[in-house]
């Protein structure tokens, strides 16, 4: 079984810094594939980023250069620092766990899929 707890959101002004973090419990994590996804109201869920084992990142095109993902193995830490934050980035931010790429069912890749594990959310709200 696998859960995950995220924290960090928060309320801050365009352009601001703000880091999330996902702490993570279950067997040999460290060979999952991580991720974060983000959820705005009456919008879609929508990939930010993702991280696998090897540390191979990839983001959404929206995040990119602004959003950097990163694992802490030893901690059952993973993170998502945030700069450049924009008004539209405003969301229900959730980590998640994708097991599937372990079984090479799918490549690892900003989640969106219902099936992977997924954690209650952190709220994050940019003001302009």
């Known amino acids: 079984q696998v859960q995950l707890v995220e924290s960090g959101g928060g309320s801050v002004q365009a352009g601001g810094s703000l880091r999330l973090s996902c702490e993570v419990s279950?067997?040999?994590?460290?060979?999952?594939?991580m991720g974060w996804a983000r959820q705005a109201p009456g919008k879609e869920r929508e990939g930010v980023a993702s991280?696998?084992?090897?540390?191979?990142?990839t983001y959404g095109d929206s995040v990119k250069g602004r959003f950097t993902v990163s694992r802490d193995n030893a901690k059952n830490v993973l993170y998502l620092e945030m700069s450049g934050l924009r008004p539209e980035d405003t969301a229900m931010y959730y980590c998640?766990?994708?097991?599937?790429?372990?079984?090479?069912?799918?490549?690892?890749?900003?989640?969106?899929?219902?099936?992977?594990?997924w954690g209650q959310g952190t709220q994050v709200t940019v003001s302009s």
């Open positions: 991280i696998d084992n090897d540390g191979i990142t």
């Open positions: 998640a766990a994708d097991l599937l790429v372990i079984a090479g069912l799918r490549r690892c890749q900003p989640p969106t899929s219902d099936d992977n594990y």
């Open positions: 279950g067997y040999a994590w460290s060979t999952f594939c």
